[in-house]
């Protein structure tokens, strides 16, 4: 089935800096890819998605491509913020009545 | 539109009590599933159900039953609990085409001593 890689944490970064979060995957054709984010105390929610390859998705300053040559989907943001602490957790269909793989979750503290 | 709800959001248990953990959605979807959070653990799927009346196993399901009776709910239940299954529990939900979008409720925090 299909499959992701995360990068493990945790990342710390003072306020300002630029954020990169690898996320590589293995998949039967080209599948949605997702970013997840769980803030303190909550919920996942989804933070962006690219539905076929060369895509870019974005929101909140945070961007990610769906690169089929490299097949990644790195994280990128170019000056987080203290807000931005959090678990970001890659995912993409695993194939097989919706079920959904998610990576093992990347922790990033923002320092000020 | 309420979105996922989860209840209890904390429940403490002692060893061989048995407990349900309620989900409900909104949203007419059609999916929907349990996972669990371990720390260095990532999310790992516990049961999920493509429609009323089907369910089927996920990762770890042992200790864990489910049913769905409704499209709207799809409770969990710990048989007898034990120390192992202390986690925080989510639900989450989506619709059974397009490109599989997650939902998820705010969890459970689940401690059994």
């Known amino acids: 089935g299909n499959s992701v890689t995360q990068m493990e944490g945790p990342v710390t970064l003072s306020e300002e800096a630029f954020l990169t979060i690898n996320c590589t995957y293995t998949?039967?054709?080209?599948?949605?890819l997702f970013w997840y984010v769980q803030y303190p105390g909550e919920g996942l929610q989804l933070l962006l998605k690219a539905t076929k390859a060369d895509d870019k998705g974005s929101n909140k300053g945070f961007e990610a491509t769906y690169r089929k040559e490299t097949t990644s989907f790195h994280l990128e943001k170019g000056s987080v913020q203290v807000s931005d602490s959090a678990v970001y957790f890659c995912a993409l269909p695993s194939g097989g009545y919706q079920k959904v793989t998610f990576g093992i979750g990347t922790k990033l503290q923002v320092i000020p | 539109n309420a979105g996922v709800t989860q209840t209890p959001k904390f429940q403490v248990l002692k060893t061989g009590q048995s407990m349900t953990l309620q989900c409900a959605q909104d949203m007419n979807h059609e999916y929907m599933s349990w996972y669990r959070q371990d720390p260095g653990m990532g999310l790992r799927l516990i049961h999920y159900?493509?429609?009323?009346?089907?369910?089927d196993q996920g990762e770890v399901p042992n200790g864990y039953n489910v049913s769905r009776s409704t499209t709207e709910d799809f409770p969990l239940r710990l048989l007898s609990a034990a120390p192992s299954q202390t986690s925080v529990y989510f639900c989450?939900?989506?619709?059974?085409?397009?490109?599989?979008?997650?939902?998820f409720g705010p969890g459970t925090r689940l401690t059994v001593t």
């Open positions: 159900s493509v429609g009323a009346g089907i369910t």
């Open positions: 998949a039967t054709g080209y599948p949605s």
């Open positions: 989450a939900s989506s619709y059974a085409s397009g490109d599989y979008e997650q939902y």
